[in-house]
């Protein structure tokens, strides 16, 4: 008989590798910072910004479905730190945009390159054809949330 917790269906498979990947220091856990100085927050926040152009609060906070106030923090640190700004909105719209700065872009590409080196590390005894059929894997896994969230990620 199995223990308790003892994962055997795909999903409690899946559950379980899920917690123990969140616990690897290496793959840039929230309780960490890379050595950009980023933590897990600004670099998604950053991240986002880069990708999708400037964005309001109202837009982010639908975009991550976190409140006002939270985004706001977040917003306030980057400003503070130099790696986003406040701009006009250039479609004439009430609320200001932030948008990533110069420092903030190289800060963000600092802390990617600093990923996926620690991941290329990782994967570094992975035949390349399986490397690919996990980040597809991974992409079809995140783009199945995505829609029952009703919250696409925008990607290259």
């Known amino acids: 008989m199995d223990k308790p917790g003892t ?6 498979l899946i559950e379980y590798e899920m917690m123990v990947l969140g616990r690897h220091v290496h793959m840039g856990s929230p309780s960490k910072r890379t050595s950009a100085n980023l933590e897990r927050s600004a670099y998604i926040l950053l991240s986002r910004l880069q ?7 109202g837009q982010l906070s639908e975009a991550f479905g976190l409140n006002a ?4 923090r977040q917003t306030a640190a980057l400003v503070g730190a130099g790696l986003a700004e406040r701009i006009p909105d250039a479609d004439g719209g009430m609320a200001r945009k932030f948008r990533i700065t110069e420092e ?9 390159a600093e990923l996926v ?3 290329d590390k990782v994967l570094s005894g992975w035949a390349p054809e399986d490397a690919a059929a996990f980040a597809d894997y991974l992409k079809r896994f995140n783009t199945s949330i995505e829609h029952i969230d009703g919250r696409p990620w925008p990607r290259p």
């Open 69 to 72: 106030s939270t985004l706001n």
């Open 7 to 12: 994962p055997g269906r795909p999903t409690e």
């Open 117 to 119: 080196s620690g991941l």
């Open 51 to 57: 990708g999708e152009g400037p964005m309001s609060i």
């Open 104 to 112: 903030g872009a190289s800060r963000l590409e600092e802390a990617r």
